[in-house]
């Protein structure tokens, strides 16, 4: 039964991971009596990134992140391993279309917070004491053209070294724990 054969003697069999829907993640924001803090990942493939995407995320107070149903990791037991069981306190929705969930958030009253390098603005000259959602896109392109035009702002991490561009849950974790930062202010 054991894929990696490092099984130890032990094997779980546990159910598939069970994702919400946007309006619970909504609602938990409501029940915490908190501006809603969403992370959409538009694209990440690399279940890796996912999974510390999603570590990253619940111990920065997001109240639930969305994932596409296609082209896109989805939770597995890498993920469950890389999140170091994170998963099982983070509301994930997993949506048929990103940028029709984009524009249900807006009128929501949320803020889509787009990260991009084409941009002037620096992550950490953003304000983000708003009820808001980061986009994260891809490993590879970034956020999708679509996705880019349907948000309200783009900020951009700056890139000093001769790598122009970070592990996307890297950028992710930058602008999330930004959004921290700025709420405790």
């Keep these: 039964m054991s894929k990696t054969h490092n099984h130890q003697g032990v094997i779980a069999i546990v159910p598939p991971f069970e994702y919400v829907e946007v309006e619970d993640i909504l609602e938990y924001a409501k029940i915490k009596k908190e501006d809603p803090f969403i992370v959409i990942l538009?694209?990440?493939?690399?279940?890796?990134?996912?999974?510390?995407?999603?570590r990253t995320a619940e111990t920065a107070g997001v109240h639930g992140?969305?994932?596409?149903?296609?082209?896109?990791?989805?939770?597995?037991?890498?993920?469950?391993?890389?999140?170091?069981?994170?998963?099982?306190?983070?509301?994930?929705?997993?949506?048929?279309?990103?940028?029709?969930?984009?524009?249900?958030?807006?009128?929501?009253?949320?803020?889509?917070?787009g990260t991009d390098m084409q941009t002037n603005t620096i992550y950490s000259n953003q304000d983000y004491k708003m009820p808001i959602a980061i986009v994260i896109g891809s490993e590879g392109s970034g956020m999708s053209r679509l996705t880019k035009e349907n948000c309200d702002f783009i900020v951009k991490i700056p890139m000093k070294g001769n790598i122009n561009s970070l592990n996307a849950s890297v950028s992710a974790g930058i602008v999330m724990y930004e959004v921290v930062k700025n709420r405790q202010n």
């Design 42 to 54: 538009d694209g990440i493939e690399d279940v890796h990134n996912l999974g510390s995407i999603i």
């Design 65 to 113: 992140i969305i994932i596409p149903k296609r082209r896109a990791a989805s939770v597995n037991a890498t993920v469950v391993k890389t999140s170091a069981g994170a998963v099982e306190y983070m509301k994930i929705a997993r949506v048929n279309n990103i940028n029709e969930t984009i524009k249900y958030l807006k009128n929501e009253g949320i803020w889509i917070c």
